[in-house]
């Protein structure tokens, strides 16, 4: 019988609906770094990524079912999930008071995204990709996702049209799908 | 409700959504079209994959950490405990009602009474316990039709799937900021306990007799002088997560109704109480 850290993430995730703790504890020590590091980056907070990062092993060890391995990998379903919770907690109206505080503890951007990365050949990717881009489509994507606005606020914030930001978002992950895809990072 | 948006305009939304940068009645209306259209939750999977790649790539400080599996641990035996023995709800709201204990209500000091107050824990957990497994879980959006009641029970599900009711109970408590209520009928007996924050609410039923099956129980906001729907809690409530969006429901209530529900109550509270901070 293969020992867990031999299992595939799919399998792993069969076994977590067997209540088997240990094919739990496998996915954590491969993906929970991630998971944290998205959390603490969204949230600024590393108390509160934490709690997120608890939030969705849990999640993944209540409800293994939800995962689709067709529809993704367990990472980006394990990051979506932590996107989610941390945009949850930002915009909750004690967190919004803390925004301004956020945005100045917030690093550039994506300037830093290739510091410390586990994949780094999957990070250069990104960052290539991210590069393809232009200027308004990566700063919209940019204030979306890490600034955890809705693209009203992003508008707003970039005295720009709504339509015009819905469409930059949009049309700059249709090109870095490509561009990954090409790549071998996202599948065909 | 109808839906707002319709085909092209959630397709416009997707690279939005897939960032969770839409807000929450768009949000709803594009998850009410992902589930007829398989186009949409194709192009949806693609831009999520784009989006959790530029995830993976925040910066990382090392290994995750030891004592935050010891947490996550700690958590799946008591989730696994809660679903066998079903105790935990006993625990929580023993916890929140000690919390919500008002200065000027007369509760007599448990030492007073402990037979009764073990007989009563007892009761309580044998009633609780026997609703965890089936714990319904609720989410009612103001002004919803009765047909989508059951679909909001799921989205609820799914929302609260994270982190259990309890620890969403525990959060909300934990919270500073976070209203509750005591729900009591017209002779005084305490019968559910309310805690509130930020659009999300969770009712704890305490001492709801069981329900014939064709009636249910059903929760209900006074929104501006109105009583609005939160949603059916079924004929043996426990714990149960409603939400009530921007409104601020000043009291909340509970009827008696048939089990379908009913947009407007038919019948005089059997319980309320006034949402306090």
Same mark, same amino acid.
């Given at each position: 019988?293969?020992?867990?850290?031999?299992?595939?993430?799919?399998?792993?995730?069969?076994?977590?609906?067997?209540?088997?703790?240990?094919?739990?504890?496998?996915?954590?020590?491969?993906?929970?770094?991630?998971?944290?590091?998205?959390?603490?980056?969204?949230?600024?907070?590393?108390?509160?990524?934490?709690?997120?990062?608890?939030?969705?092993?849990?999640?993944?060890?209540?409800?293994?079912?939800?995962?689709?391995?067709?529809?993704?990998?367990?990472?980006?379903?394990?990051?979506?999930?932590?996107?989610?919770?941390?945009? @949850?907690?930002?915009?909750?109206?004690?967190?919004?008071?803390?925004?301004?505080?956020?945005?100045?503890?917030?690093?550039?951007?994506?300037?830093?995204?290739?510091? @410390?990365?586990?994949?780094?050949?999957?990070?250069?990717?990104?960052?290539?990709?991210?590069?393809?881009?232009?200027?308004?489509?990566?700063?919209?994507?940019?204030?979306?996702?890490?600034?955890?606005?809705?693209?009203?606020?992003?508008?707003?914030?970039?005295?720009?049209?709504?339509?015009?930001?819905?469409?930059?978002?949009?049309?700059?992950?249709?090109?870095?799908?490509?561009?990954?895809?090409? #790549?071998?990072?996202?599948?065909? | 409700?109808?839906?707002?948006?319709?085909?092209?305009?959630?397709?416009?939304?997707?690279?939005?959504?897939?960032?969770?940068?839409?807000? @929450?009645?768009? *949000?709803?209306?594009?998850?009410?079209?992902?589930?007829?259209?398989? *186009?949409?939750?194709?192009?949806?999977?693609?831009?999520?994959?784009? =989006?959790?790649?530029?995830?993976?790539?925040?910066?990382?400080?090392?290994?995750?950490?030891?004592?935050?599996?010891?947490?996550? =641990?700690?958590?799946?035996?008591?989730?696994?405990?809660?679903?066998?023995?079903?105790?935990?709800?006993?625990?929580?709201?023993?916890?929140?009602?000690?919390?919500?204990?008002?200065?000027?209500?007369?509760?007599?000091?448990?030492?007073?009474?402990?037979?009764?107050?073990?007989?009563? =824990?007892?009761?309580?957990?044998?009633?609780?316990?026997?609703?965890?497994?089936?714990?319904?879980?609720?989410?009612?959006?103001?002004?919803?039709?009765?047909?989508?009641?059951?679909?909001?029970?799921?989205?609820?599900?799914?929302?609260?799937?994270?982190?259990?009711?309890?620890?969403?109970?525990?959060?909300?408590?934990?919270?500073?900021?976070?209203?509750?209520?005591?729900?009591?009928? #017209?002779?005084?007996?305490?019968?559910?306990?309310?805690?509130?924050?930020?659009?999300?609410?969770?009712?704890?039923?305490?001492?709801?007799?069981?329900?014939?099956? @064709?009636?249910?129980?059903?929760?209900?906001?006074?929104?501006?002088?109105?009583?609005?729907?939160?949603?059916?809690?079924?004929?043996?409530?426990?714990?149960?997560?409603?939400?009530? #969006?921007?409104?601020?429901?000043?009291?909340?209530?509970?009827?008696?109704?048939?089990?379908?529900?009913?947009?407007?109550?038919?019948?005089?509270?059997?319980?309320?109480?006034?949402?306090?901070?």
């Amino acid at each position: 019988m293969p020992t867990f850290d031999e299992l595939s993430d799919a399998q792993l995730v069969v076994a977590i609906a067997r209540y088997e703790e240990e094919a739990l504890a496998e996915v954590y020590l491969r993906h929970a770094g991630a998971v944290l590091a998205l959390a603490r980056r969204v949230l600024g907070d590393q108390l509160e990524a934490e709690d997120v990062t608890q939030d969705v092993m849990l999640r993944l060890w209540k409800n293994p079912d939800r995962f689709d391995a067709l529809r993704g990998s367990l990472r980006s379903y394990l990051l979506t999930m932590a996107h989610g919770r941390a945009v @949850d907690i930002i915009r909750s109206t004690t967190a919004r008071r803390r925004r301004e505080e956020l945005e100045a503890r917030r690093s550039a951007a994506f300037q830093h995204l290739e510091r @410390d990365v586990w994949d780094l050949d999957a990070a250069q990717q990104v960052q290539a990709a991210l590069a393809e881009l232009s200027d308004a489509e990566r700063r919209a994507i940019e204030l979306a996702y890490f600034g955890a606005r809705t693209y009203r606020e992003v508008a707003e914030e970039l005295n720009q049209p709504e339509g015009t930001i819905k469409s930059r978002i949009r049309s700059g992950l249709q090109r870095m799908r490509l561009s990954l895809t090409a #790549g071998g990072v996202a599948r065909p | 409700m109808t839906p707002l948006l319709d085909h092209d305009e959630v397709q416009e939304l997707l690279g939005a959504y897939a960032l969770d940068a839409v807000d @929450d009645d768009e *949000r709803r209306d594009i998850e009410g079209h992902l589930e007829s259209c398989p *186009r949409c939750r194709g192009e949806l999977d693609a831009y999520r994959e784009v =989006a959790a790649a530029i995830g993976n790539c925040a910066p990382r400080t090392g290994d995750p950490p030891g004592h935050l599996w010891d947490r996550v =641990a700690s958590n799946l035996r008591a989730s696994r405990h809660g679903r066998e023995e079903g105790t935990p709800d006993a625990e929580l709201l023993r916890e929140l009602r000690g919390k919500l204990a008002r200065p000027e209500r007369s509760t007599p000091p448990a030492s007073v009474t402990p037979i009764h107050a073990e007989r009563n =824990a007892q009761r309580r957990r044998r009633q609780l316990g026997a609703l965890a497994a089936a714990a319904l879980v609720i989410i009612a959006g103001l002004g919803i039709e009765l047909a989508r009641l059951q679909n909001q029970v799921n989205q609820a599900q799914s929302a609260l799937a994270g982190r259990g009711i309890q620890g969403a109970v525990v959060a909300t408590l934990d919270n500073p900021l976070h209203r509750g209520a005591t729900l009591r009928t #017209g002779d005084g007996r305490d019968v559910a306990q309310v805690v509130a924050l930020d659009g999300h609410g969770y009712l704890l039923a305490s001492d709801l007799v069981t329900l014939p099956g @064709d009636r249910t129980y059903q929760l209900w906001g006074l929104i501006s002088g109105q009583p609005v729907s939160l949603g059916l809690l079924g004929g043996r409530p426990g714990t149960v997560a409603f939400s009530f #969006g921007s409104a601020h429901p000043s009291k909340i209530m509970i009827t008696v109704e048939p089990s379908g529900g009913v947009t407007t109550p038919t019948q005089a509270p059997l319980a309320q109480g006034v949402l306090t901070s």
